[in-house]
Nanobody, 124 residues
């Protein structure tokens, strides 16, 4: 069983930055691909970014390319989402997810474990 706990959300002005963290339990974090998804009010959950187990490969949604960055520290069992140049349309609950068998794609069905989410609100 893997538990994921997100942190770092909050209220920020448009153009600002936030860094989200996702801490994972378990001794095999370094073997999991990790992803970030988000869900805005009234919308379906959508893919944001993913990173392979080694950190050597990353995959971004077009909407966040050039603004968001995903990274991981396997020694700390933590994955990060650095968000810059935030826009009002980035307002959502952000979820991290762990994939025990996949490589880190944009398909939510690949992911076996999900965190509870952290709210990000961008004011314009």
């Amino acid at each position: 069983q893997v538990q994921l706990v997100e942190s770092g959300g909050g209220l920020v002005q448009a153009g600002g930055s936030l860094r989200l963290s996702c801490a994972a339990s378990g001794r095999t974090f370094s073997s999991y691909a990790m992803g970030w998804f988000r869900q805005a009010p009234g919308k379906e959950r959508e893919f944001v970014l993913a990173i392979s187990w080694s950190g050597g490969s990353t995959y971004y949604a077009d909407s966040v390319k050039g603004r968001f960055t995903i990274s991981r520290d396997n020694a700390k069992n933590t994955v990060y989402l650095q968000m810059n140049s935030l826009k009002s349309e980035d307002t959502a609950v952000y979820y991290c997810a762990a994939s025990t068998t996949g490589w880190g794609s944009g398909w939510a069905g690949e992911y076996d474990y999900w965190g509870q989410g952290t709210q990000v609100t961008v004011s314009s």
